[in-house]
């Protein structure tokens, strides 16, 4: 209740009204001519564009005609107050000095990056144009606005750029908080070529790296720890991300592996052992208590240590993870149809699992296609999975090219101009595994039997080589797909001689 109402009935017959168009009770936003309308079905009506059907002008359709409740434009609905906006003359949602939206965050955005000199600093002009060019300002003026009476976390990172107390290196962004939006304005700065290019989950292991070592109190264990990362795993990682984009699950695996190296520090430093004097005898201990998986994760870190001269050379016996067994070539031929003709489970999530099970790619490739992809030069639909392009049979080709034109997450600044056949909600990043893997399985579609399942059948119709190098897979992981399939491709070459 609004403090300035002494009781709540006061308040209820001044302020609460059942809505002339949606008929819900509660708060009005406005009076209009066809009654008191709510919140949300104020700002819906703000929000349709059109050619008005009575005047034929085009403006904000936010009124009702009464013979036919047809959207109509505030004039010819008799509307008494103008919906302008003050600045641009544009109709639409009013904000604060009767300024429509997107010039509400063009002044937001100005005010914070603000050098002092009442000017954008020159370094960040094109992260202001991103901001303020977005097709859905409303998303932009949300992240830098205040809530609750408490500063936004953007709003404050974007004051601390535009005074220059926040440096324009990746470095600076390490330890900012809150850390998801530092690392979202990381992005877009990214994005807006301010600050170099390097892989998102580069920077995210990064950032987890400082904040664990900080973490460990031991002198000695904290020192290998970061001669261990700084040498060893650090530029493996770099190194890596120069090749292609590195995963979520590569990113989680070497933070395990740093976590293993942790632990087994500190198990030697309850044990009395120096990790210089460690024996197979002492090493085997700790192997015995710990499952095959985390003693494959400690391996990098042995491995590395006996190198520099920091312990011993000693074994750990090798990890043979199990392999899930492939679903039957029926079923998959009955989830594939059910993907086609069944509309219920959203046009991407089913693209995505018709990939998965059609041509057995593994869920982040197909998350990093792109709409390049799809050659629609010839005749026949192609997508670029290898060296040739792969041919898509209708009615796949039409559902392929039907999300090619209904692209989600395309209106804020954060993918506006993506590439990404699958674009995500992060600046020029796409749908993480993390999104699309539980909207497969809700389909009830199982991504590593049906994967396998696919690539078994694919071996069986034609030479492993060719599958391999169409899809883009190893040769060796075909023929041994192959010879799990029972195939007689035997004596294929996978190179073709010169004539």
């Known amino acids: 209740m609004d403090r300035h109402y002494a009781t709540a009935e006061q308040y209820e017959r001044w302020f609460i009204?059942?809505?002339?168009?949606?008929?819900?009770r509660g708060n009005f936003a406005a009076r209009w001519p066809d009654g008191h309308v709510c919140r949300t079905c104020h700002d819906r009506a703000l929000r349709t564009h059109g050619r008005c059907p009575s005047c034929g002008l085009d403006r904000v359709l936010a009124g009702l005609r009464a013979e036919d409740q047809a959207p109509i434009c505030t004039s010819?609905?008799?509307?008494?107050?103008?919906?302008?906006?003050?600045?641009?003359?544009?109709?639409?949602?009013?904000?604060?000095?009767?300024?429509?939206?997107?010039?509400?965050?063009?002044?937001r955005v100005a005010e914070l990056l603000d050098d002092g000199t009442g000017r954008v600093r020159p370094e960040l002009v094109p992260l202001a144009e991103l901001l303020t060019s977005m097709d859905n300002p409303?998303?932009?003026?949300?992240?830098?606005?205040?809530?609750?009476?408490?500063?936004?976390?953007?709003?404050?990172?974007?004051?601390?750029?535009?005074?220059?107390?926040?440096?324009?290196?990746?470095?600076?962004?390490?330890?900012?908080?809150?850390?998801?939006?530092?690392?979202?304005?990381?992005?877009?700065?990214?994005?807006?070529?301010?600050?170099?290019?390097?892989?998102?989950?580069?920077?995210l292991f990064e950032r987890w790296l400082l904040e664990h070592l900080d973490t460990v109190t031991e002198a000695e264990q904290r020192r290998l720890l970061r001669q261990y990362t700084t040498w060893h795993t650090l530029p493996w990682l770099r190194r890596r991300a120069e090749r292609g984009p590195i995963s979520r699950a590569t990113r989680n695996g070497?933070?395990?592996?740093?976590?293993?190296?942790?632990?087994?520090?500190?198990?030697?430093?309850?044990?009395?052992?120096?990790?210089?004097?460690?024996?197979?005898?002492?090493?085997?201990?700790?192997?015995?208590?710990?499952?095959?998986?985390?003693?494959?994760?400690?391996?990098?870190?042995?491995?590395?240590?006996?190198?520099?001269?920091?312990?011993?050379?000693?074994?750990?016996?090798?990890?043979?993870?199990?392999?899930?067994?492939?679903?039957?070539?029926?079923?998959?031929?009955?989830?594939?149809?059910?993907?086609?003709?069944?509309?219920?489970?959203?046009?991407?999530?089913?693209?995505?699992?018709?990939?998965?099970?059609?041509?057995?790619?593994p869920l982040g490739r197909i998350l990093r296609l792109t709409i390049d992809d799809i050659d629609t030069t010839g005749p026949d639909v192609l997508l670029h999975l290898g060296d040739p392009p792969t041919p898509v049979p209708e009615p796949v080709a039409e559902l392929?090219?039907?999300?090619?034109?209904q692209r989600t997450n395309m209106r804020t600044a954060t993918n506006r101009d993506a590439r990404w056949l699958f674009p995500g909600r992060r600046?020029?990043?796409?749908?993480?595994?993390?999104?699309?893997?539980?909207?497969?399985r809700d389909l009830g579609i199982p991504t590593v039997p049906g994967r396998l399942a696919a690539l078994r059948q694919l071996v069986l119709q034609a030479p492993a080589p060719v599958v391999a190098q169409a899809l883009g897979f190893h040769h060796h992981t075909t023929q041994r797909h192959h010879a799990a399939a029972g195939g007689t491709w035997n004596r294929y070459s996978p190179t073709r001689n010169a004539p």
């Open 254 to 361: 070497l933070g395990q592996q740093v976590l293993r190296a942790d632990d087994f520090l500190a198990w030697t430093q309850e044990q009395g052992v120096a990790l210089a004097a460690l024996r197979q005898a002492d090493l085997d201990r700790w192997l015995v208590d710990h499952r095959p998986h985390q003693r494959q994760l400690l391996k990098p870190f042995l491995t590395w240590a006996a190198r520099a001269g920091h312990m011993p050379r000693l074994e750990i016996p090798p990890y043979r993870p199990g392999q899930q067994a492939p679903i039957t070539q029926h079923r998959r031929l009955a989830l594939l149809r059910k993907l086609i003709t069944d509309e219920t489970g959203g046009l991407r999530t089913r693209v995505a699992a018709i990939l998965v099970l059609l041509y057995a790619q």
């Open 400 to 405: 392929l090219l039907a999300l090619h034109d």
């Open 427 to 440: 600046a020029g990043q796409p749908l993480t595994v993390g999104t699309m893997a539980p909207l497969i």
């Open 138 to 203: 409303l998303s932009g003026l949300a992240w830098v606005s205040s809530r609750h009476g408490r500063s936004a976390g953007a709003a404050d990172l974007l004051r601390g750029l535009g005074r220059g107390d926040i440096e324009l290196t990746h470095g600076a962004f390490h330890r900012l908080r809150p850390w998801r939006v530092a690392a979202h304005l990381r992005e877009l700065l990214m994005q807006c070529d301010v600050l170099p290019r390097i892989d998102k989950q580069v920077m």
């Open 76 to 107: 010819c609905a008799g509307f008494s107050i103008s919906y302008a906006c003050a600045e641009c003359g544009q109709e639409g949602k009013l904000h604060a000095g009767r300024r429509c939206t997107r010039c509400t965050v063009t002044r």
């Open 17 to 24: 009204r059942d809505c002339a168009r949606c008929g819900r």
